[in-house]
């Protein structure tokens, strides 16, 4: 081996193990991020079990308190007869779910109980002589012959002069409250002060014990099973053997809960976040070798270049006829891309003419579907024209012509406003009457609607309600909502289009029909979006999407929907015009 080829392998060797430990940084450096977040997450699970588990329990307090003050209670201390006052105390732990209720003297001694089986003297018990001091008492153990696990809350009984003469006691299987958490996850449980599990959702550890000054647990009987502990930063790890149902290593958590002197535990899989952390310095070993591997790769080339490069000065008078056909050819390939270049060029100038020829086309489409309403008209007021001369109503037919002059205006400020829209110019909204340019609509619809046998409704506002907006452009738009909804009822019965004006600070005019509604809301109002045939009668989907841009150059919002009861709703909402300075449109 060379000396070269050794210092290569050493400087490969150096790299990989940068690697390496670049790789060790990032991973421990994810999993503490992993641990973090996984210990926020399992910090707002345990809360949510430890106060699901307080809530169950001071329902049975809550009891207990009120018990005290139970004319049943009072009387068993008074001496009654024990079977009513059972029966009753029965009647509230069947309601209550409570295992049993039991009332004791002031000596602790029982005198009644819902079960109707008095107990050994609870007299000793701690919770029941705080209860008989006049305080609320608590505590948990066994309830014998009826379950091992019970919580007890113990509440005075006072006499009239404020002593405690007696307490109620209500007795809590805790087998229940846990019953419906087995096998959710995480693993939570929870211990007394002595380390035991007393509540927990995988009932394999119950009444398992912590050692005293160590972590983990082990069980009431039998060898402990495998287990060890450790810290990463602030996090406790747990590794441990406990079961098919517990992870194999857990992130431990603890919370306290001394409102029923409990520690809330729980175990939460780190197998996830591990892998994540691997996923990540793999990555990042990944990158940096390949990284590596191209730049030892062009320290290769640049040495293999270096010696080529040598033996080409040594034999420079030999190959100068080589280089410079080289030479020339470089010059070639460099005439071949100048060449491609401006072939480029010209096809990225031609892309750019097709699309201003199709954007062409879309105008054209557009100006043609929005003066095929006017048009329509003028040919609708040209005939009657003729009829009115042919009766020998002059009056009526110069009426008519006026009016074909009128559209003939309207059809030029069509275009100019659809112009305007096109290039995306901003004409300064105006001063609006709102019920003018609805009546202008309606005028310009009139025979229409006729011909179709639609019933159209509409209530103009009570006074002249003001708006912002261009008198043209807005009447376009309730033109084009009012000749769709006709078109949409050709194949409905009945037909009925119902046009209400909401007066407010954003007034609101409604186009309501009785179609057969919008099959796709999302897309109405996209461009050449149509439900309409095709021929004379069809649509090209520009209506609703010029209407759209309109609306949103006045200022305003347009929107359609689906009726409650069939059929479609459009509904246009403007800005209110207060002023009389602006200048009408």
Not at 111 to 126: I, W
Not at 213 to 228: I, K, Q, Y
């Amino acid at each position: 081996m060379t000396q070269g080829m050794r210092q290569r392998a050493v400087i490969v060797l150096a790299f990989c193990l940068v690697v390496a430990l670049l790789a060790t940084g990032v991973w421990r450096y994810a999993y503490r991020q992993g641990l973090d977040q996984l210990a926020a997450r399992g910090q707002a699970d345990l809360a949510l079990a430890g106060d699901r588990l307080v809530s169950q329990l001071q329902r049975y307090r809550d009891l207990a308190v009120t018990l005290a003050d139970h004319p049943s209670v009072e009387a068993a201390l008074s001496g009654a007869a024990p079977g009513p006052v059972a029966a009753e105390l029965l009647q509230v732990a069947d309601r209550s779910a409570a295992l049993d209720i039991l009332v004791v003297d002031r000596e602790g001694r029982p005198v009644t109980s819902a079960l109707g089986q008095v107990r050994q003297d609870l007299g000793g018990l701690p919770f029941v002589r705080r209860a008989l001091r006049g305080a609320l008492g608590w505590g948990h153990g066994a309830a014998q012959p009826l379950t091992q696990r019970a919580f007890f809350h113990a509440a005075p009984v006072f006499a009239e002069a404020g002593r405690p003469r007696g307490a109620v006691v209500v007795i809590t299987d805790l087998n229940g409250i846990d019953y419906n958490w087995r096998g959710t996850n995480p693993a939570a449980f929870f211990t007394d002060a002595g380390g035991e599990v007393i509540v927990a959702n995988r009932s394999e550890i119950l009444f398992w014990r912590r050692p005293p000054g160590e972590p983990g647990l082990v069980p009431p009987t039998g060898p402990p099973p495998d287990f060890s502990a450790n810290w990463l930063g602030p996090h406790e790890i747990w590794r441990l053997s406990w079961g098919p149902y517990l992870p194999a290593e857990a992130l431990h958590l603890t919370q306290e809960l001394p409102v029923i002197g409990m520690t809330g535990e729980v175990l939460l899989d780190v197998d996830q976040t591990r892998a994540l952390a691997l996923a990540q310095a793999a990555a990042v070993a990944a990158l940096c070798l390949a990284f590596g591997s191209l730049l030892f790769l062009a320290a290769e080339r640049r040495r293999a270049l270096a010696r080529v490069n040598a033996e080409l000065e040594t034999r420079v008078a030999l190959r100068t006829a080589a280089l410079r056909e080289t030479n020339s050819k470089l010059l070639e390939e460099a005439r071949e891309r100048e060449e491609a270049q401006a072939a480029l060029r010209q096809a990225q100038d031609e892309l750019v003419q097709a699309g201003k020829l199709s954007a062409l086309g879309q105008m054209s489409a557009g100006i043609s579907h929005e003066l095929n309403q006017p048009l329509m008209a003028i040919r609708s007021f040209a005939e009657n024209g003729l009829q009115f001369m042919e009766r020998e109503r002059p009056d009526r037919a110069a009426d008519n012509l006026r009016r074909i002059s009128d559209m003939a205006h309207r059809m030029g400020r069509i275009i100019q406003n659809l112009r305007a829209f096109a290039r995306q110019e901003s004409r300064r909204p105006a001063r609006i009457e709102l019920g003018g340019v609805i009546e202008a609509a309606l005028e310009m619809t009139r025979e229409r609607v006729a011909e179709a046998g639609v019933t159209l409704t509409y209530q103009p506002p009570a006074g002249r309600l003001w708006v912002r907006g261009g008198e043209v452009r807005l009447g376009q738009v309730f033109v084009n909502l009012i000749t769709n909804a006709v078109d949409a009822m050709a194949e409905s019965d009945p037909r009925r289009l119902e046009i209400r004006v909401t007066e407010g600070p954003a007034p609101e005019v409604s186009f309501t029909d009785s179609g057969p509604g919008i099959e796709v809301p999302d897309k109405v109002f996209d461009p050449f979006y149509t439900t309409k045939a095709g021929g004379e009668g069809g649509g090209m989907g520009l209506g609703l999407s010029i209407s759209y841009g309109i609306v949103q150059s006045l200022g305003g919002q347009i929107r359609g929907a689906n009726g409650p009861e069939g059929g479609a709703i459009f509904t246009v909402t403007l800005e209110r015009a207060e002023t009389e300075t602006e200048a009408a449109a």
